[in-house]
């Protein structure tokens, strides 16, 4: 039986730079032989995706805050079924853009939903399946804000949400990063992207065959 891939993610608020710094991870795991199966939450199938469609965009009516955490898990039950353990069972890698750290920050911090609730879904959907290691990408608010508004294009639902949400967002993700040392890994993305990417590959070293 071929060993169980290792399962990265990487996490952060708005801007942070997780879209520039994934295309570096996959680019230095396949320096190392490691050949990774790149995927993103809500979404990573066509149902998925589907799901991520109306969660960003409105949907003609509004969302309740219980079937946004619903949704999330429906597309990560999809996810999982059918890319990410079949994936992981042949010995691949997995790098993830968001998982349920995202639902804790998002859904439990920006939303104040009870963190039980979370808790409970993740244990009913994910078993005691959770990611090796979660590269969480840290800025301040503003600097995050102000970087993806100069990106340009069109806000999506959870972009549009004001500064208090975001803030929210961000002290859920600093408080799980405390709480898990061993995977979840805390960068500082505020400094020059040289430096960014030089703590993401420390973080994935040991993770090296
Ligand atoms: N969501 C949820 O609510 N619950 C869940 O469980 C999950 C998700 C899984 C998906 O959005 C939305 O789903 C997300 C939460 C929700 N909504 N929000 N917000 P997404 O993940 O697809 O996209 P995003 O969060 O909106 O990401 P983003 O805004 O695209 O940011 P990013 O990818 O982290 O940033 P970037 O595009 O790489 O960088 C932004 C700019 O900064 C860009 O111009 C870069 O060139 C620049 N940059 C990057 N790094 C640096 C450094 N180090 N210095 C200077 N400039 C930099």
Redesign the pocket.
């Known amino acids: 039986m071929p060993e169980t891939g290792k399962f990265i993610t ?1 996490e ?11 295309p570096f991870i996959k680019e230095f795991l396949a320096a190392q032989n490691i050949n990774v199966v790149m995927t ?4 990573g199938t066509v149902l998925a995706e589907k799901i ?1 469609d109306l ?2 965009h409105n949907p003609g009516e509004s969302i309740t805050d219980d079937a ?2 619903l949704l ?2 429906a ?2 039950s999809q996810h999982l079924h059918h890319v990410i353990k079949p994936a992981l069972a042949q010995g691949r890698w997995v790098l993830c ?11 439990g911090g ?2 104040a939903l009870p963190v039980s609730a979370v808790n409970w879904l993740e244990n009913f959907v994910q078993d005691d399946l959770r990611p090796d290691l979660a590269l969480l ?1 840290d ?1 301040p608010v503003e600097i ?1 804000m102000a ?2 508004k ?2 340009g294009g069109q806000l ?4 549009s ?1 004001r500064i208090e949400f ?1 803030e929210r ?1 961000r002290r859920s993700y600093l408080a799980q990063a405390e709480q898990h040392p061993h995977r979840i890994r805390l960068i500082n ?5 040289s ?2 990417q030089n703590d993401i590959i420390n973080a994935l070293t040991p993770l090296l065959p």
């Open positions: 990487i952060g608020g708005e801007g942070v730079g997780k879209t520039t710094n994934i993103r939450e809500p979404g991520r969660l960003l946004e955490l999330v898990f597309a990560r853009d968001r998982f349920t750290e995202a639902t804790y920050a998002y859904q920006g939303r990408l800025v995050g970087r993806a100069n990106r999506d639902r959870f972009e949400e975001f967002v993305a505020a400094q020059p992207l430096a960014v």
